[in-house]
């Protein structure tokens, strides 16, 4: 299921047309209506004890850390009426969507599909595959259901942004170098100009995550651009 929002206000941008930004400046479209957040994966299954990411071996403590943050980011998208879109990783309960090498990947002792405190793992509709308390959907606000790594693939995303003018993404959620890189690459490929936002973004490996900016924001920044929650929201609030 996708929700789809009402309507937005238009906001021109003042003289502020740049993010402070690594490897430079990020540059704003000429309207913020062009600019939308993409939360991404920031569900039960990965961020909370008994949930999938748990059940893989890992510490999900690191993903919670970076939840402040992003929910100021959040904030200041929803007091500004842009756009904003979630994203969840699952399946259909028939797993008719999830290809075998997936789900037989692994030797987690809780696979796809197999059943947790918090219901079947990754699928459709189960408390596990729910999108954190702190930062739930708003009903104006659009969810995507993705069965891959990546928001593009087998989902209405491209048709959703092209539809609403987006021009440029402001990308966070989890994991860094998974969903996140991948659904980055898949925007860039497509020409959006993508921000990744750093201390809104997390691995269950930190080393990964850095490694992640890095590669992303190379040689020019070959896939986008990096910069701070603070960053973007300071030139945001001030357009």
């Known amino acids: 299921m996708t929700h789809l929002p009402t309507q937005f206000q238009d906001h ?5 047309s740049s993010i402070p930004a690594l490897p430079y400046d990020y540059p704003l479209p000429d309207s913020l ?6 939360i991404i994966d920031m569900q039960r299954d990965f961020l909370e004890p008994e949930g999938f990411g748990d059940a893989l071996g890992n510490d999900v ?3 919670q850390a ?3 943050q992003l929910e100021k980011l959040l904030h200041t998208f929803r007091s500004l009426g842009l756009l904003v879109i979630h994203t ?3 399946h259909q309960p028939d797993l008719s969507d999830c290809p075998p090498s997936k789900l037989k990947r692994g030797n987690a002792k809780l696979k796809i599909g197999d059943t947790s405190s918090m219901g079947r793992i990754l699928i459709c509709g189960e408390p596990g595959n729910a999108i954190i308390s702190a930062l739930a959907p708003l009903a104006n606000e659009i969810v995507i259901l993705k069965p891959g790594k990546g928001a593009f693939y087998n989902t209405p995303l491209a048709a959703i ?4 003018g987006i021009t440029h993404l402001l990308i966070t959620g989890v994991t860094t170098e998974v969903c996140v ?4 690459r898949e925007a860039n490929d497509r020409g959006y100009e993508c921000l990744l936002v ?3 973004t997390a691995s269950y490996f930190p080393e990964f995550k850095q490694a992640t900016i890095e590669m992303l924001r190379a040689q020019g920044g070959i896939i986008g651009w990096t910069a701070t929650a603070e960053q973007v929201c300071q030139v945001l609030l001030q357009s």
Do not use: G, Y
């Not at 021109?12 to 502020?16: D, E, H, R, V």
């Open 12 to 16: 021109p941008l003042s003289a502020a």
């Open 33 to 38: 209506d062009q600019l939308a957040l993409v």
């Open 61 to 63: 403590t690191q993903l």
């Open 66 to 68: 970076i939840v402040p």
């Open 88 to 90: 969840q990783e699952c």
């Open 161 to 164: 942004l092209q539809k609403q």
């Open 181 to 184: 890189q991948t659904t980055m």
């Open 198 to 200: 750093e201390d809104c």
